[in-house]
């Protein structure tokens, strides 16, 4: 007889109290390891226990809180025999999306603006190994396989969100990774050298000649104070961009308090750079929005900002182990047009990219040439022609470029009705923080924080894909927002609600 004319059968009363008492006894099994591997710790156990949880976590979940589950886990990974955990973390993902697709529960990957130029970075890369010294081998293999993970990543990132809630959904998953990444920062301000999980995250090895004289330059999970720095700013804008979008009042205070932990952690940096790109922004997105500032509220907010700023560098300066920001910024002195303490590190960092100025050195910096001894570039495109030569700055410039023109602003408000088009605002900026920033740091430095910047910008080619998508689509198709935003009548083009009352009464 036929599967289909069989009698249905009734499901088992306990079938279902065994399903909850199964993952009730996992949970607590899993727990009590876990607790006891925090007294006392064993890598081993440490590294099975957190794959098992993510890959179960990702699997049980939809692909989209999954990719969350990624968000907040990648600030945080743990050198293994066999790699950095992020690597690990990014296969699971892209196995398990792999699978969805098979099983049609999630789209196919999809082509993204940036196809061409990454995909001849990635070529660059593999050219570069030319140059290798056998003996810096496997440094330089280590660094590339991190390369290729954050740019699986960006596909992941870019190609897995279908509706403007599932991307909606991954800026919250990382402003709550944000908010960890401040509070392992606060656990290194209040104990400096200590360690936060044995065997994971410790601070014991961060003391340099360099930072003591400016009192405790924290780093957090990157490990690195100017990389920390950047992070912050770039988020901090991601963070008003939350507080401004929401009309829950809990959510505002959420959001506002984390902007100001966010702040306190920039100044904890101790860090001209990052504060310096973070005011080039908040400039250019006054430029964006122009037409919707007036001179009241310019000059209210810009009081407000000047008063909090002040207080929040005498808050830091006096009351923990910190050095005072707006004292180094006054002291700031350059040689020529060059910062005085990149006066040295540009010059020979230039020079010695004319010994393999086509293919460059490969994936690593090595403060060895011959007999010559190096410091750390200190900049992004130093960085990377020492890499891969004149033509990977120039791949990367093409990238870069391309990036920056799809996050081109379509309105200049930050509350319009279309959360994505008010979202390529912030975008926008973003971008010109990290380019400002970049010129005298390089984010390659570090293979923790190299995932943010590669999130950041998959972020930006996510919401330009869902908007090309929407624009493209016929103004009947299900689930199109109207370009006025979801109440916009016929004919009707709404721009929102201003950012200023006098704005809206004009209106």
């Known amino acids: 007889m036929s599967a289909s004319l069989r009698p249905a059968r009734t499901p088992h009363p306990l079938a279902g109290l065994l399903d909850r008492l199964g993952v009730l006894i996992l949970i607590i099994g899993v727990g009590v390891t876990m607790g006891l591997q925090y007294i006392t710790p064993n890598k081993r156990v440490l590294s099975v226990l957190t794959a098992l949880l ?16 990624m968000a907040i886990a990648l600030p945080f990974p743990r050198t293994t025999s066999y790699g950095n955990t992020n690597v690990y973390i990014v296969t699971f993902m892209l196995v398990i999306w792999l699978l969805r697709v098979t099983m049609r529960q999630s789209a196919p990957p999809r082509r993204s603006p940036i196809d061409v130029p990454l995909v001849m970075m990635f070529i660059s890369y593999v050219v570069s190994f030319y140059n290798v010294d056998v003996a810096d081998l496997a440094i330089a293999l280590g660094n590339f396989q991190m390369m290729a993970a954050t740019w699986l990543m960006f596909y992941l990132v ?31 301000m209040t104990h400096p050298g200590q360690t936060l999980i044995p065997g994971w995250i410790e601070f014991g090895n961060l003391t340099s000649p360099g930072a003591s004289a400016f009192g405790i330059r924290i780093g957090s999970s990157f490990y690195d104070y100017e990389l920390l720095c950047e992070y912050c700013a770039i988020h901090a804008l991601l963070i008003l961009f939350l507080f401004l979008r929401t009309d829950s009042i809990l959510l505002r205070t959420a959001y506002g308090g984390l902007l100001l932990l966010v702040m306190f952690i920039m100044f904890a940096t101790v860090t001209r750079g990052g504060i310096i790109a973070l005011g080039v922004g908040v400039l250019y997105m006054l430029w964006l929005i122009r037409g919707r500032l007036t001179m009241v509220g310019v000059t209210v907010t810009s009081g407000l900002v000047a008063a909090g700023l002040i ?34 590190v540009w010059p020979a ?46 791949i990367l410039a093409w990238l870069l470029w391309i990036l920056f023109r799809i996050t081109r602003p379509t309105t200049n408000d930050l509350r319009h009705a279309d959360f994505l088009q008010s979202y390529m605002i912030i975008a926008r900026v973003q971008m010109v923080v990290f380019l400002v920033d970049e010129i005298k740091v390089e984010y390659l430095r570090n293979i923790n924080y190299a995932f943010q910047v590669w999130m950041m910008f998959a972020l930006m080619v996510a919401a330009h894909r869902l908007l090309a998508r929407e624009a493209t689509a016929p103004a009947d198709a299900p689930g199109r927002a109207p370009r006025g935003g979801p109440s916009a009548a016929p004919g009707h083009r709404s721009v929102g609600p201003s950012i200023h009352p006098a704005l809206d009464r004009r209106r």
């Open 158 to 188: 870019a190609s897995v969100p279908e509706t403007r809630k599932d991307f909606e959904r991954l800026l919250i998953f990382q402003a709550f990774s944000v908010l960890l990444v401040c509070l392992v920062g606060i656990f290194e």
């Open 349 to 394: 960092a230039w020079s010695r990219i004319f010994e393999h100025p086509l293919l460059g050195h490969g994936p690593y910096y090595s403060p060895l040439s011959g007999a010559q001894i190096y410091h750390w570039p200190h900049s992004l495109p130093l960085y990377l022609a020492n890499n891969v030569g004149f033509i990977g700055i120039a």
């Open 311 to 344: 207080g929040m560098n005498w808050f830091v300066s006096t009351f923990t182990r910190t050095g005072n920001m707006f004292e180094r910024l006054a002291g700031s002195t350059v040689v020529g047009l060059v910062p005085e303490n990149r006066s040295v």
């Open 54 to 69: 993510m890959f179960g976590l990702t699997w049980r979940l939809n692909i989209v809180s999954g990719l969350g589950v």
